[in-house]
């Protein structure tokens, strides 16, 4: 997707707040002895009363209406029975679809209590995010997002995981550009143009460097097995940088 009028930038950032509002409010409502399932139904429940429907749910028949993963599990975690419990750490990633317009947005978070490696992954996961948000502009190369985070997460000794990317969003949940990197690619040699629409969404880790299949069609995991987070917001390049549309208000 490319920005060329007002009405679309209107229907992306709508969409854009209903799901970092959802994030928001699952966020809130995290607890011990809470399923995913029931964590899951509070963001159904909230993205129904917005008149938005499910993007993975609607696009690729998930089985759930957001993304729910835990500790090893790092992707596409499918809500279900799982207890949240202290200590974990809780990946959630919601996308939507209103009036034919997706946007995407993710969190992680940490459940005390928490150890402090955990807590300064958390941090830095954000942070990494924003330093790629950050390299966002009309005309840039996209991999400067990818070296921005890379420079972060070799300098602070974490690793990324590098077979799950950004990617273009839209009028589609998934479409061009894809595979958008946020590590370091020399092959990367794609140029952002006035008015793009994707994510930035870094998987940094306390060890992992790559998503291996869990025991379902959907779930990820770690590996090697390591404390994950992930961090997305959707963003437009514009020529005075990135316009990000996922924010709550």
């Known amino acids: 997707m490319t920005i060329s009028n007002e009405d679309d930038l209107n229907k992306l950032q709508e969409i854009g707040r209903i799901v970092a509002n959802t994030l928001e409010a699952m966020a809130a409502a995290l607890e011990p002895g809470m399923t995913t399932a029931e964590l899951d139904t509070i963001g159904r429940g909230l993205l129904e009363k917005a008149g ?4 993975p749910e609607l ?3 998930f089985p759930g209406a957001t993304c729910i993963s835990v500790n090893e599990q790092i992707a596409h975690g499918i809500p279900g029975s799982r207890r949240i419990e202290a200590g974990d750490l809780v990946n959630i990633d919601i ?4 009036n034919g317009v997706y946007a995407d947005t993710g969190a992680s978070f940490a459940v005390p209590p928490t150890a402090n490696a955990i807590k300064r992954l958390c941090r830095d996961g954000r942070r990494a ?3 790629g948000l950050r390299q966002v502009a009309a005309d840039q ?3 400067g997002i990818g070296q921005a985070i890379g420079k972060f997460a070799e300098k602070n000794g974490y690793t990324l995981v590098r077979n799950l990317a950004s990617h273009g969003i839209g009028y589609s949940l998934h479409e061009e550009p894809g595979e958008i990197p946020t590590w370091p690619d020399r092959s990367e040699r794609r140029i952002m143009n006035d008015g793009l629409v994707f ?3 870094p998987f940094l880790s306390l060890g992992a460097n790559w998503a291996t299949d869990g025991d379902d069609e959907w779930t990820l995991l770690s590996d090697p097995r390591a404390p994950t987070v992930q961090y997305e917001h959707t963003v437009v390049a514009t020529r005075n940088g990135p316009l990000v549309v996922t924010l709550p208000g």
């Open 52 to 55: 938005a429907r499910s993007g």
């Open 59 to 61: 696009v690729y028949d």
């Open 95 to 98: 996308s939507a679809e209103k």
């Open 129 to 131: 995010m924003w330093l």
């Open 141 to 143: 190369p996209i991999s």
């Open 199 to 201: 994510t930035v969404e």
